[in-house]
């Protein structure tokens, strides 16, 4: 998962989230229809927010932006989203082993080839 656009996902989705649910509340709580009409615009510029944020999101795990809409769905979308397989997951890294690895022995000279290795002498 790209660690950017998850900070960036969580930047947009989580006030689009309290935005809309604050908006929601408040909307349903108001008596006058004007104030009520003005918060239900504000939910849905939360509601706003919040897709871009899943879109943003549903990015970071290697899918396609349009993915955020199922945010639609609440939680449920929500949920299909977390769910999603992430696409963009480290690649594993072969590590090689000490005999594959082409490290000189002592035996081969600096110099070039012309250099012969000779068994010590016994005195």
């Given at each position: 998962?790209?660690?950017?656009?998850?900070?960036?996902s969580l930047l947009w989705g989580i006030p689009g989230l309290i935005i809309q649910t604050l908006s929601w509340m408040i909307a349903n709580a108001v008596?006058?229809?004007l104030l009520a009409m003005l918060f239900l615009l504000a939910s849905l510029g939360g509601t706003a927010l919040l897709l871009i944020g899943l879109a943003y999101y549903s990015k970071a795990k290697g899918h396609t932006p349009w993915?955020?809409?199922?945010g639609?769905?609440?939680f449920v979308g929500?949920?299909?989203?977390?769910?999603?397989p992430d696409r963009l997951q480290a690649p594993t890294l072969d590590v090689a082993s000490i005999?594959?690895?082409?490290?000189?022995?002592?035996?081969?000279?600096?110099?070039?080839?012309?250099y012969k290795s000779e068994e010590p002498s016994e005195r």
């Open positions: 998962m790209d660690k950017a656009l998850n900070r960036t008596q006058s229809p993915w955020g809409l199922v639609l769905l609440s929500i949920l299909v989203l977390a769910l999603l005999d594959d690895l082409d490290i000189p022995d002592g035996t081969q000279s600096p110099f070039g080839s012309r």
